[in-house]
């Protein structure tokens, strides 16, 4: 799965444990009700993000796990996270394009020979 979206933020890297780290990325949509959106990168896919800014058009490529917790009052909680893997940026051209390409000037074309309005056409409309 994909996010797309503006970077709001680039975390810190963290140092969970010995053998754990991970750094969080926020991305906000781009869509009629913006999400922001975090994103982990754990391990060597933290480093990932050392290149990137707040502020830049990106594509995020992720994963979407899930586990399940029971805590020492025996109540079963569920929690989910959002794994990014690889990550791109995007330029400004690769938006949708809204725009119509430009018209041709009149002097593109050439110009009409030998005309007559009385002249007969076949078609149909």
Known sequence: MEVTGKIKVVGAEQQISASFKKRELVVTTDEQY????MIEFVQDK???LNSYNVGEDVKVS???GGREWVNPQGETKY????????IE???ATQAPNTQSPPMPTAET??????????EHDDLPF
Do not use: V
């Open 34 to 37: 913006p999400q922001s959106i």
């Open 46 to 48: 933290a480093d990932l």
């Open 62 to 64: 992720i994963n979407l």
């Open 79 to 86: 929690f989910n996270s959002i794994k990014g893997w690889r």
């Open 89 to 91: 940026r995007l330029a």
């Open 109 to 118: 074309f050439e110009p009409a020979t030998n005309f007559k309005e009385e």
